[in-house]
Nanobody, 117 residues
């Protein structure tokens, strides 16, 4: 059974940093894309950042220059380093992976990030 286990969320003051991690286990399929999404109360889930198997990254405009996504293909892990956090970054953050060759996908259970002003 595939599991996506997230860690690293919490409460931080504005301007602070957090690092989220997601470990994928229970699969033998190659992972094409690993990503982080977030959902704030009353808002739609939105893409924060993704990283392809070759290393190409994409970021939401709102986090460019502050967040960095990285992955370890050997360990099937993805991390999100979040710096200069703002109250508007407060949300539940979800890990998301897409597998090859059929592009099926899985979501993590979510981890809460709260940034106080």
């Amino acid at each position: 059974q595939v599991q996506l286990v997230e860690s690293g969320g919490g409460l931080v003051q504005a301007g602070g940093s957090l690092r989220l991690s997601c470990a994928v286990s229970g699969t033998t399929m190659s992972i094409n894309t690993m990503a982080w999404y977030r959902q704030a109360p009353g808002k739609k889930r939105e893409l924060v950042a993704n990283i392809r198997s070759g290393g190409k990254t994409t970021y939401a405009d709102s986090v460019k220059g502050r967040f960095t996504i990285s992955r370890d293909n050997a360990k099937n892990t993805v991390a999100l380093q979040m710096n200069s956090l703002k109250p508007e970054d407060t949300a539940v953050y979800y890990c998301y992976v897409v597998y090859e060759p059929y592009y099926n996908y899985d979501w993590g259970q979510g981890t809460q990030v709260t940034v106080s002003s």
